[in-house]
């Protein structure tokens, strides 16, 4: 987005896009990579296979995965299944993996435990084996209540299947639900005030279930998705600077007016003890174990990833070998910039001191004058103990923490 035109950006190499790191004070968090969908959203750039019958072979790799790290990532307090597809899975297949689980893992009583959901393959079977599981967050995939932006976007269920979804999550006496929603569409008919009003009104309806948490991202192109080849060659287009900071700046009004608060880039909690614990491990330098294709990792200064390949996941693991494809170590200063990205990009923003004694950087002393320059553009709040950004700071958080590194 854009930058604001009194500050100037200072000389570097972009930042790539980042995972996480280490928090003593917490557990290591557990992802587990779902790689199976029925069919391939036409944005989607994750790692998934419509193949259902590799599952068999997914499971017991799977298992084999976890007996190899139970000892480095011995207890966890947050589980979440991600994709893919997880609810894809059914469930006794999901039963299967959180059984292994807690079998392997010691999972602390007040555990965090998420499974993301299609809307199209839900079913009160699935919904009951997974609180009795102990499941008890769920991420609903609705994208939109508009048929039209779903068909555009190669979603798979309609807009009467999210409503009756989450009806039966509620029925089903799940209490912490979380809608994810994607904003900032190609202006049917070259109209962006037509796209524009189809979101808040997906917004609206999205209210009116009162979900404990929304997320609420703007729509990417990923390399190599049909969506960016379709774009390609058409003449609609995503939402300019301008208009992408009015969606963002009024999904932020509209929801925290809602009673929700925007604790994250693209994320809103209805209050803080439901804001996603395990997401949040990635935002502030918390240890997490990631299985499955593609999953990745984190020990506190050394990242690694699983192969984007099922293949040579199994086949690794058929090897007893870890399927690694590549590691980093970071150093202290790698680890010291990521936590300025990562920390810019919540409400919570940077506590300097905390910083300090992690990093072995003053920010107060060596960015003091910066800061205030921020503060007094309205982007950053800052007490000279803390400072975050304001709403108006979260449309460009990448270019303050590129400002302020």
């Not at 967050?137 to 798979?156: E, H, I, K, N, Y």
């Not at 060659?233 to 007016?257: I, K, N, V």
């Not at 086949?315 to 790698?334: C, H, N, V």
């Not at 990562?342 to 905390?354: F, K, P, Q, S, Y």
């Amino acid at each position: 987005m854009r930058v604001p035109p009194d500050i100037a950006i200072p000389p570097g190499e972009p930042l790539t896009r980042i995972t996480g790191t280490m928090n003593s004070e917490n557990l290591p968090g557990l992802y587990l990579h779902i790689p199976f969908c029925r069919g391939k959203c036409a944005y989607c750039g994750f790692y998934s296979r419509t193949d259902l019958s590799l599952i068999p072979d997914f499971l017991k790799s799977l298992r084999a995965e976890m007996t190899l790290y139970r000892e480095a990532f011995s207890r966890i307090d947050t589980v979440y299944l991600g994709g893919g597809t997880p609810s894809i899975l059914g469930a006794s297949h999901l039963e299967v993996i959180l059984d292994a689980v807690r079998r392997q893992f010691v999972i602390a009583d007040d555990a965090e435990i998420t499974v993301e959901l299609n809307p199209g393959d839900l079913t009160a079977r699935a919904l009951r084996t997974l609180r009795a599981l102990g499941v008890n967050r769920l991420t609903l995939g609705c994208q939109s209540f508009d048929d039209a932006v779903l068909a555009f976007l190669g979603r798979r269920h309609s807009a009467g299947q999210c409503r009756d979804a989450i009806l039966a999550v509620r029925a089903a006496g799940f209490d912490d639900l979380g809608l994810d929603l994607i904003y900032g569409l190609p202006a049917p008919g070259g109209d962006p005030g037509t796209a524009f009003r189809g979101w808040l009104a997906s917004l609206q309806t999205a209210l009116s279930f009162q979900p404990e948490h929304l997320s609420c991202y703007q729509l990417t192109l990923e390399a190599d998705t049909p969506l960016a080849a379709t774009l390609a060659l058409s003449p609609l287009s995503l939402p300019d600077d301008d208009l992408s900071a009015r969606y963002f700046l009024t999904t932020s009004e509209r929801l925290e007016a809602a009673g929700y608060r925007h604790y994250e880039v693209s994320n809103f909690a209805c209050d803080d003890d439901h804001r996603a614990r395990h997401n949040r491990k990635y935002w502030d330098h918390t240890p997490y174990l990631g299985l499955g294709p593609s999953a990745h990792s984190f020990d506190g200064t050394r990242r690694w990833w699983n192969p984007r390949d099922f293949d040579a996941w199994v086949g690794a693991l058929r090897d007893g070998m870890r399927p690694i494809a590549g590691e980093e170590i970071l150093t202290l200063d790698q680890l010291r910039l990521e936590a300025l990205f990562l920390g810019l990009r919540t409400r919570e923003g940077i506590d300097m001191e905390a910083y300090r004694k992690r990093y072995g950087f003053d920010l107060c002393a060596e960015r003091g004058d910066k800061i205030a320059q921020l503060a007094a553009a309205g982007l950053v709040r800052a007490d000279g103990y803390r400072f975050s950004p304001t709403r108006r700071g979260l449309v460009c958080a990448d270019f303050l923490a590129r400002f302020l590194s």
